[in-house]
């Protein structure tokens, strides 16, 4: 009979969680923390006869349950399970400690049989990560008591393995002979799929540059399904960094199974995004969605997973129907799914759910990557904290008593750095012991003040505040050569300052995250030169570069750079009229639907003003800040078949990547940037480092130049989505002519030398 193996952890979470679901301000203790208090637990009892992470296994019919124990002294036969906390562990609740006493009666039969003993006395043990004091619960339980414990949780879950044993036999048998949903692939579909279909069988990383149009959503999740089954893959990860990669990839699952219900596919959304009730709080006396949450989970679990598709939609209605929370819900369903699309954080963020739900279950597993490009900005806004001076002033006003004090003295630590500053930005060699430490006294006593008050209500400045502060910690415990600490000061009298830690190479971060799965697909039409990849996202040696010939011709896309335009800062102003002149000659050239890209709205409003008085009869939109989804949608419906007019767009914003408007929905672009970065300190400083970790001059092409040829290759890609298209697209600034911006464009453009002589 096949085994079905479960961790202990997961076999309780399952079967002896109950009762509500509750949120109130029961602040934990971060990994790095816990860890800590762990190893001090363990280092107490360095004594003769004392275990700890003891490995334990057990069978129970088709089930193997193995786990590690926290400790266990031989001597006294006392099984040790610890928990790290902080605040007043007489506010937690009655649910929490009755999930920590069923995992360590589980632990414990397993020391017995493993031991072969007749009793074992079972403790939790509560450490205090703020007070370094344990709490300690012992009860002494018959090896009888401890087997029929065990057998009841085994009996509770030993359906729902059976169901998942069937599903996924029944999964793999039908993944093994999935046929390709089309008829044929399209060109160079075939060699992506074979590339990551060969790099998931043998465990590698590959980094693939596909040409925008090909269909790599599909060429990738494909071929990694296929070999799910002989790698006996647990899940596969498709990670997205907008949310029409998710719709994209989500439709790919839906194509792949042609209707047959073969996988189980799920959509994680934001909370902000899935939460019924945004102004109640999380627990049973406030959200009803919460009250007897894991009471009614079973079913809810179970009719959810009765649908191959649970995209937002679907987790909602079931969610409702039975009357849980849907964020918490698809939480849940992330344990069991095949298939889960979610964003890049959800994997590599440092609380990503995917990882440590992976790590917790030892689950084997497959990632995609996919718009990688993305992943290096991403990468470092994830690794990166901010504090404001100004915030914790905000705070400090309507501060109750008790925090009076810590704030005040952390006030003065900040003061202290800003007097050391006497220009508005200035990069430090490390934050402040001082600094730190009055940070850690803070945060400690505000974690103090929510303890003891769970049920008062927040203070939501305090409360981002906190949090803000806790993330900073964090950030600043993993700092090291890949950070800048810098310092900004705002305002002209008593300025306030503005910390942050900046992550400049997130590579020793996002390295070990994609270590942990099996295999690795990384793809997007934009990853040149790879080698600026592989340093700045920590890939592997061993990583298997792909670049996919594009299946588009040079005559299908006339390239024209405009060399007499200079789109440089300090000659914009110049530059207004001879671009609003090139698009309109282009547009009277020949009628269409165009995109024009600049590099700010404030350019994007000058050209644009010039171009409207210069031809006031052709249709014009504009992109504008902060756009709403509804905005974004009626800025792409403008976009049609027999639709004329120019939509202003700013470079690497919403319409430079992730849109497709094939054949008359889009015959041109205008670029009227090479995309770099702006020229602040901020950057000079991230080039001084690059320069430092990677060799002088590479910080640059580091900094600069490859992440802004990215953004212009990924705009230009939006003219050409099909072999039936034909287009034009004007790079309009003079070094587009140069060698070394020349040698980072595809190369099938073929290149004009002058704009055409169009009547004007």
């Not at 998931?200 to 060429?219: D, F, N, S």
């Not at 008593?401 to 900040?414: E, Q």
């Amino acid at each position: 009979m096949k085994q079905y193996v479960v961790a202990v952890r997961a076999l309780c979470e399952f079967t002896a969680k109950a009762g509500d679901l509750d949120l109130r301000f029961t602040p934990a203790p971060t990994a790095l923390e816990g860890q800590a208090g762990h190893a001090t637990v363990a280092a107490r009892r360095q004594r003769a006869g004392y275990e700890s992470e003891v490995s334990v296994s057990g069978s129970y019919q088709l089930l193997t349950v193995r786990g590690r124990a926290d400790g266990y002294d031989h001597h006294t036969r006392t099984l040790e399970e610890v928990k790290t906390f902080r605040g007043d562990l007489a506010r937690q609740p009655a649910n929490h400690r009755a999930l920590h006493l069923a995992q360590a009666k589980v632990y414990g039969w397993l020391m017995c049989q493993q031991e072969q003993l007749d009793e074992m006395n079972v403790s939790l043990v509560y450490f205090d990560i703020v007070t370094q004091r344990e709490t300690v619960f012992t009860e002494t339980f018959s090896a009888d008591t401890l087997r029929v414990h065990f057998e009841q949780q085994c009996e509770r879950f030993l359906a729902w393995a059976e169901q998942e044993l069937a599903h996924r036999t029944a999964r793999d048998a039908a993944l093994a002979s999935l046929p390709f949903p089309h008829a044929q692939f399209r060109t160079g579909q075939r060699e992506l799929a074979e590339a990551v279909y060969r790099a998931t069988v043998h465990g590698r990383v590959l980094l693939a540059q596909a040409p925008t149009g090909i269909g790599k959503t599909l060429g990738t999740l494909y071929p990694m399904l296929k070999a799910m089954p002989g790698q006996q893959l647990d899940q596969v990860f498709f990670l997205t960094a907008k949310g029409s990669g998710r719709q994209l990839a989500l439709e790919a699952s839906e194509r792949v199974q042609a209707g047959k219900p073969l996988l189980r596919t799920l959509e994680l959304v934001a909370r902000d995004k899935a939460c019924e009730h945004p102004e109640l709080a999380c627990h049973g006396d406030s959200c009803p969605l919460a009250k007897g949450f894991y009471d009614r989970l079973a079913a809810a679990r179970a009719e959810a997973l009765t649908r191959p598709m649970l995209d937002k939609a679907s987790v909602r209605e079931v969610a409702l129907a039975h009357q849980v929370c849907p964020y918490y819900l698809s939480q849940e369903l992330a344990r069991w799914a095949d298939v889960i699309v979610g964003d890049y954080n959800y994997w590599l963020d440092l609380g990503g759910l995917l990882m440590g739900l992976t790590l917790a279950r030892g689950s084997r597993v497959a990632v995609l990557v996919d718009e990688a490009h993305n992943l290096l900005e991403r990468g470092r806004m994830m690794y990166s904290a901010d504090l404001d001076q100004a915030a914790l002033k905000a705070v400090r006003r309507n501060a109750p008593a008790s925090l009076k004090g810590p704030l005040t003295r952390l006030n003065k630590a900040w003061n202290a750095i800003a007097k050391t500053q006497a220009v508005p930005y200035q990069v430090h060699p490390g934050v402040p012991e001082d600094f730190s430490q009055a940070l850690q006294k803070a945060t400690a006593a505000i974690t103090d003040h929510f303890t003891e008050h769970p049920t008062a209500a927040v203070d939501g400045e305090l409360q981002r505040f906190y949090f803000d502060a806790l993330h900073f910690s964090r950030v600043h415990e993993l700092a090291d050569e890949n950070w800048l600490f810098d310092v900004t000061l705002n305002g002209p009298r008593k300025p306030t300052a503005l910390l942050t830690l900046r992550n400049v190479v997130p590579a020793p971060q996002l390295g070990p995250r994609l270590a942990v799965a099996h295999a690795v697909a990384l793809f997007s039409a934009t990853l040149t030169p790879h080698a600026f990849h592989a340093d700045l996202l920590g890939l592997p040696d061993d990583t298997v570069w792909l670049d996919v010939p594009t299946p588009f011709s040079a005559e299908q896309l006339e390239v024209r750079v405009a060399r007499h335009i200079s789109t440089r800062y300090q000659h914009r102003s110049a530059s207004v009229d001879p671009i609003a002149g090139l698009i309109a000659r282009q547009y009277a050239a020949r009628p269409g639907n165009y995109l024009a890209f600049f590099s700010s709205f404030d350019y994007l409003r000058q050209v644009l003003a010039a171009f409207r008085m210069l031809a006031p009869e052709v249709p014009v939109w504009e992109q504008s800040r902060g756009m709403s989804e509804p905005e974004r949608e009626a800025f792409l419906a403008r976009f049609t078949p027999e639709g004329q007019g120019i939509g202003f767009a700013v470079l690497g914003g919403s319409f430079g990547e992730g849109i497709d408007l094939p054949g008359r929905l889009l015959i041109g672009a205008f670029i009227a940037t090479l995309g770099l970065p702006q020229l602040n300190p901020v950057n000079e400083e991230m080039k001084k480092r690059l320069d430092q970790r990677f060799g002088a001059e590479r910080g640059y092409d580091y900094a600069y130049l490859y992440p802004g040829l990215q953004k212009v290759v990924q705009a230009a890609g939006r003219v050409i989505r099909t072999p039936q298209d034909e287009g034009v697209i004007h790079l309009i600034d003079d070094r587009f002519a140069g060698p070394r911006v020349r040698r980072l464009l595809p190369d099938w453009w073929t290149i004009q030398r002058s704009e055409p002589q169009i009547p004007g």
